[in-house]
């Protein structure tokens, strides 16, 4: 039976970059999460009788909720609910599904690398048909119509039994759980060699894989120990758990530092590799050597024709505007396309649905492909083992060499975690009020060639995405990048990014953050971090 339930709207129901996310308590306050699932679905047209799949990465509050988009699908019209067992689908295996099976969307129930339990984070996440999460012009209406609602739809049946594959109709709905596993592994034996990873190896090489009690333990368990043949234990803290066993499943150096200290010493294995609570990003290391996502991003795509899903070449690089420049220099001497876009993933959408890029990466730790259209955390791990496989060398070999073929950007992002709203917006505002006068002004060594509000021309549909962070380009390539991130549920995230390119291979090994010490201090002067803010230092470095 469908009910129709009266309720009233939220007004903190807006969309951030990648969906909706607040506090788990925030979530099960009456009719929260059903508000949001209506208006989502109020949202769009022609769904009727189509497919939806419905997953989340574990997390607290994951079941609930799913239960509820369940019902709440059937009373709406759709025709049948593709649902990982045991509610469980990575954010890059949510999107396979949905372009496998040729889905009208699905909902994505993640936080992503926040933390997790029953006061920390969650999310609502709509992505389209594509497989990429919903553009702007959906998430704005998805938030216009959760400031009006009034009602919403769902069926008044028993919960379905997400634990057991198989099928059942709700309210002329049919609802599927399916292995939510195998179709990405089939998708990543199709893209690189496994026969090359699998005897590089058997041959001795060690890999070491912490899934931080996230979603993609059950993938990398498969993927790597099964098919690949890594020994037993090759892959950490493999099973999903609801508060991510009490850490934070950010693949971050400060959140997994065992792993970064494990890859640093005398005994290290050949190569490790973590991802986070959803699956979509990637943290690498070689045994000695961190590579930083913006140069992880550049790496792959100078050696992606190594591995058979690329063979071909590629048809453009995109990278977000706060992503170093490294990658502008190989797209350079491939010849292809470079496009800079704003943070977010959904950017890339265009551009991948266009053919104008094969590879796109965040400096957030998100690399990705035309495969999916959301990053892809264990698809960068295994592109990495792929080229490591073919080329026969180490990381630390294959990042020396490309730095003495491209250069270096030394490079590295400072977070001011939960700052006081009001004076992470006061600083961006005094920041925008600096931009006209801050051309021609020396600091130091250091002279202001340009600074500007970086806004995005969408090169396919044409629509203008304005104040996407704050850049400071100094003369000789330098750059500081201002920006307030959208992925945190409580006061806001000031970004800090600091970049220096270094052409001489001679100075390719000084430390990053001793290379970047002045641009630091310009950055802190200029932008009054510690007097608008009052934090001597940053939350998390990366």
């Given at each position: 039976m469908i009910r129709t339930v009266t309720t009233t709207p939220y007004g903190d129901q807006k969309p951030g970059t990648s969906g909706l996310r607040k506090k788990v308590p925030v979530f099960q306050q009456k009719n929260y999460?059903?508000?949001?699932?209506?208006?989502?679905?109020?949202?769009?047209?022609?769904?009727?009788?189509?497919?939806?799949?419905?997953?989340?990465?574990?997390?607290?509050?994951?079941?609930?909720?799913?239960?509820?988009a369940i019902k709440m699908a059937a009373a709406n019209g759709f025709g049948r609910v593709l649902v990982g067992r045991g509610g469980i689908l990575s954010t890059p295996a949510a999107s396979n599904v949905i372009r496998k099976y040729q889905a009208f969307g699905g909902i994505v129930l993640s936080a992503s690398h926040n933390p997790g339990g029953p006061t920390e984070d969650f999310g609502i996440k709509y992505n389209i048909g594509n497989g990429g999460p919903a553009p702007e012009?959906?998430?704005?209406?998805?938030?216009?119509?959760?400031?009006?609602?009034?009602t919403y739809k769902i069926s008044d049946v028993a919960d379905v039994n997400l634990d057991a594959e198989g099928t059942q109709e709700i309210d002329g709905m049919t609802v599927t759980v399916i292995d939510p596993v195998a179709d990405y592994a089939a998708l990543m034996e199709s893209l690189f060699d496994f026969d090359a990873i699998r005897k590089l190896i058997a041959g001795g090489f060690r890999v070491v894989f912490d899934a931080m009690s996230a979603v993609t333990g059950p993938y990398a368990k498969e993927i790597i120990e099964k098919r690949?043949?890594?020994?037993?234990?090759?892959?950490?803290?493999?099973?999903?758990?609801?508060?991510?066993?009490?850490?934070?499943?950010?693949?971050?150096?400060v959140h997994a530092r065992a792993l970064y200290e494990t890859m640093m010493a005398p005994d290290a294995p050949d190569f490790g590799a973590a991802s986070d609570?959803?699956?979509?990003?990637?943290?690498?290391?070689?045994?000695?050597?961190?590579?930083?996502?913006?140069?992880?991003l550049a790496m792959l795509a100078a050696?992606?024709?190594?591995?058979?899903?690329?063979?071909?070449?590629?048809?453009?690089?995109?990278?977000?505007?706060?992503?170093?420049?490294?990658?502008?220099?190989?797209?350079?001497?491939?010849?292809?396309g470079l496009y800079e876009t704003p943070t977010g993933w959904k950017f890339f959408g265009n551009l991948l649905d266009e053919g104008m890029a094969t590879?796109?990466?965040?400096?957030?730790?998100?690399?990705?492909?035309?495969?999916?259209?959301e990053k892809?955390?264990?698809?960068?791990?295994?592109?990495?083992?792929?080229?490591?496989?073919?080329?026969?060398?180490?990381?630390?070999?294959?990042?020396?060499?490309?730095?003495?073929?491209?250069g270096r950007n030394y490079y590295s992002r400072?977070?001011?975690?939960?700052?006081?709203?009001?004076?992470?917006?006061?600083?961006?505002?005094a920041l925008r009020d600096q931009l006209a006068t801050l051309p021609g002004k020396s600091f130091g060594a250091l002279k202001v060639a340009t600074a500007d509000d970086f806004a995005y021309n969408d090169p396919v549909d044409h629509s203008v995405s304005k104040n996407q962070g704050i850049r400071i380009l100094f003369e000789g390539g330098s750059r500081v990048v201002f920006r307030l991130s959208g992925t945190g549920t409580s006061g806001a995230t000031l970004r800090v990014y600091i970049e220096r390119f270094e052409p001489d291979p001679a100075r390719h090994d000084i430390d990053t953050q001793e290379a970047l010490a002045d641009l630091i201090l310009v950055a802190d002067e200029i932008a009054g971090i510690k007097t608008r803010t009052g934090r001597t230092e940053p939350s998390v470095i990366t």
């Amino acid at each position: 039976m469908i009910r129709t339930v009266t309720t009233t709207p939220y007004g903190d129901q807006k969309p951030g970059t990648s969906g909706l996310r607040k506090k788990v308590p925030v979530f099960q306050q009456k009719n929260y999460a059903e508000n949001f699932i209506q208006s989502i679905f109020d949202a769009l047209e022609g769904f009727s009788g189509q497919t939806l799949v419905i997953g989340g990465d574990g997390r607290y509050y994951n079941r609930e909720v799913i239960q509820i988009a369940i019902k709440m699908a059937a009373a709406n019209g759709f025709g049948r609910v593709l649902v990982g067992r045991g509610g469980i689908l990575s954010t890059p295996a949510a999107s396979n599904v949905i372009r496998k099976y040729q889905a009208f969307g699905g909902i994505v129930l993640s936080a992503s690398h926040n933390p997790g339990g029953p006061t920390e984070d969650f999310g609502i996440k709509y992505n389209i048909g594509n497989g990429g999460p919903a553009p702007e012009k959906v998430t704005d209406a998805i938030y216009a119509r959760s400031q009006v609602i009034d009602t919403y739809k769902i069926s008044d049946v028993a919960d379905v039994n997400l634990d057991a594959e198989g099928t059942q109709e709700i309210d002329g709905m049919t609802v599927t759980v399916i292995d939510p596993v195998a179709d990405y592994a089939a998708l990543m034996e199709s893209l690189f060699d496994f026969d090359a990873i699998r005897k590089l190896i058997a041959g001795g090489f060690r890999v070491v894989f912490d899934a931080m009690s996230a979603v993609t333990g059950p993938y990398a368990k498969e993927i790597i120990e099964k098919r690949l043949g890594a020994p037993k234990g090759s892959v950490m803290n493999f099973i999903p758990l609801p508060d991510f066993g009490g850490h934070h499943p950010d693949p971050n150096l400060v959140h997994a530092r065992a792993l970064y200290e494990t890859m640093m010493a005398p005994d290290a294995p050949d190569f490790g590799a973590a991802s986070d609570g959803d699956g979509d990003r990637n943290l690498v290391i070689g045994r000695g050597i961190f590579i930083t996502p913006s140069d992880s991003l550049a790496m792959l795509a100078a050696n992606a024709h190594l591995a058979p899903g690329y063979a071909k070449g590629l048809a453009g690089i995109a990278r977000s505007m706060p992503t170093s420049g490294a990658a502008d220099r190989v797209a350079e001497k491939l010849g292809i396309g470079l496009y800079e876009t704003p943070t977010g993933w959904k950017f890339f959408g265009n551009l991948l649905d266009e053919g104008m890029a094969t590879i796109c990466g965040e400096e957030s730790a998100g690399t990705g492909s035309n495969h999916v259209r959301e990053k892809d955390g264990l698809w960068a791990v295994l592109l990495w083992l792929n080229i490591l496989a073919v080329r026969k060398e180490s990381a630390l070999d294959i990042a020396r060499d490309h730095w003495a073929t491209y250069g270096r950007n030394y490079y590295s992002r400072h977070d001011y975690e939960e700052v006081d709203s009001d004076a992470a917006n006061g600083l961006v505002a005094a920041l925008r009020d600096q931009l006209a006068t801050l051309p021609g002004k020396s600091f130091g060594a250091l002279k202001v060639a340009t600074a500007d509000d970086f806004a995005y021309n969408d090169p396919v549909d044409h629509s203008v995405s304005k104040n996407q962070g704050i850049r400071i380009l100094f003369e000789g390539g330098s750059r500081v990048v201002f920006r307030l991130s959208g992925t945190g549920t409580s006061g806001a995230t000031l970004r800090v990014y600091i970049e220096r390119f270094e052409p001489d291979p001679a100075r390719h090994d000084i430390d990053t953050q001793e290379a970047l010490a002045d641009l630091i201090l310009v950055a802190d002067e200029i932008a009054g971090i510690k007097t608008r803010t009052g934090r001597t230092e940053p939350s998390v470095i990366t």
